[in-house]
């Protein structure tokens, strides 16, 4: 009895978790799980190393993966960056490991190089001198440039500069193309104004002066737009204009529509900067007195009625870290369902992050001297609020349609040699016989 125990035990001990799962519940269960152990779960065997680099499984982890993770990229005037892993900031395990250097694509030797500007499914837009935009996905290092020369040639050479010389400008994903665009609205020299569109999966500018049936005014909208449910959004500048709206453009339709803000935003004497939290459009505003900081988030999708209020106050419990002067900005919605922030941004030695429930309280905060970081150690190159850019994406390992493309042609060029390789010897064989 004993030894068939034994012989049984050792029979399952040999067997792989393929013989005792079936191929689609380890699909499922990759699928759920966090990006940062997708890595070394492709090692576990060739047929797990498949599965996790197909491009189909990239698309699906984006929409199922269980615990996203959320990551905030910062660019100083130097072009010297780094990423922060915002979960793990708060983390006490993983905090020491939270914050690393990054290598940008296509950098040079130049000392005013690059500018982040949003992100959009995993991928970092950066605005790279003099008149490039490169799309780039830090976790795979696939990544890609595009000039936008035209649209300077329209303009006044000398006065054009991106970002500040756009109307508006956002990165998006067409659905319905699968593919990823840009857009760009500017005026000319004759104060005529355009929109142009870059497809990567092109590498073309397609002309969409036709979408602008009324213009868009120089200072009417914030220009940095956020992509979300197949659009991109902009916020009129409250203080320059009485319309309080969010700007819409249709990616799939070629349009433009607008939602109305909040009505407690209206007749506000402090800016309101729109945002994304927890994949709902956001709106926040620090107001100087009461040292509060206002946060509006729609909680349904171009339902006016949604918008749900949220207050953050410092009080007399906050460390004394956080003065009453402090700027807090709103980042992400935390995989715990908290309001993370950046705060006292103008901190040349430090970066401060807070997290706070939804009742406004604190909960956490956490700093980083970033300073024995490799690109950092020269003082010169520590972060001011002036020439600083960041933004927060969330990891993914999808690829450009493009690139999903070219590794087609390479396998089937694989394919066909391995085929014609085989025809050959065989007709070797044959004609020996």
Known sequence: MEKKEQQQDENYKS???HDILPLELIHIILLRMPLKHLGRLK??????????????FAE???????????VCLFINEYSQAFSVDIDAVFDGYKH???????????????????????????????????????????VTGSSKRVSYSHIVSRCNRKCFKFPGSAILYGFGYDASQDDYLVVVASQDMHDQEHFDCLSFKTNSWINLDSALSKPLGRSNWESRGFFLNGAIHWSSRTLSVRDYRILIFDLKERSFSTISMPEQVMGYLDPTYLVLLGGCLAL?????KGNKTNIWVMKEYKMHSSWTFYEISRGQSEPLCISNESYIEPLCISNESDIVALYDFCSRLFLNFTKYNTRGELLQYKYFDYRHLEHFKD?????????????????????LPSDIKDKDKDKKKKKNGHQNQKDVKQGKRTRSE
């Open 15 to 17: 067997k792989s978790i």
């Open 43 to 56: 090692c576990v065997s060739k047929l797990w190393n498949t599965l996790i680099s197909d491009p189909h």
């Open 60 to 70: 699906s982890h984006v929409h199922l993966s269980a615990a996203p993770t959320h």
């Open 96 to 138: 020491a490991t939270a914050i690393k250097q990054v290598s940008l694509p296509f950098k040079m030797k130049r000392r005013y190089n690059f500018e982040v500007m949003c992100s959009c499914r995993g991928f970092v837009l950066l605005h790279r001198a003099p008149h490039f935009f490169v799309v780039w996905n830090p």
């Open 284 to 288: 926040y505003s620090y107001r100087t």
């Open 379 to 399: 003082r010169y190159h520590w972060f001011s609020d002036y020439g600083t850019s960041y933004t927060v994406y969330t990891e993914s390992l999808v690829s």
